[in-house]
């Protein structure tokens, strides 16, 4: 039963920063890549960022130079800082998984999870 929890959103003002943070547990044996998704009201969900095992990223255009991402020792957390936000980043931001959760199965799975919310004001 794997499961992703993130924390740390919030409401912020405009140019404020918030950092992100997603844990992945259960029955794991790898985790090839971790990343950030976002869904606004009304609008569909979109890829903020991704980083694979081996260290690749890739960014929206719309947050480049402002959010990083990056992954924690462990391997198994993924953080997202995010510096000065926008009114237009307000959304729930979904942490995504790809994970492998066997030794002898090497088929690789999405896991999402539930969500934080991140409100910018202006």
């Known amino acids: 039963q794997v499961q992703l929890v993130e924390s740390g959103g919030g409401l912020v003002q405009a140019g404020g920063s918030l950092r992100l943070s997603c844990v992945a547990s259960?029955?794991?044996?790898?985790?090839?890549?971790m990343g950030w998704y976002r869904q606004a009201p009304g609008k569909e969900r979109e890829l903020v960022a991704v980083?694979?095992?081996?260290?690749?990223?890739n960014y929206a255009d719309s947050v480049k130079g402002r959010f990083t991402i990056s992954r924690g020792n462990a391997k198994n957390t993924v953080y997202l800082q995010m510096n000065t936000l926008k009114p237009e980043d307000t959304a729930l931001y979904y942490c995504n998984a790809v994970l492998r959760l066997s030794t002898w199965n090497t088929r690789e799975s999405d896991y999402w999870g539930q969500g934080t919310q991140v409100t910018v004001s202006s």
């Open positions: 980083i694979t095992n081996g260290g690749r990223t």
């Open positions: 259960g029955s794991i044996f790898s985790i090839s890549a």
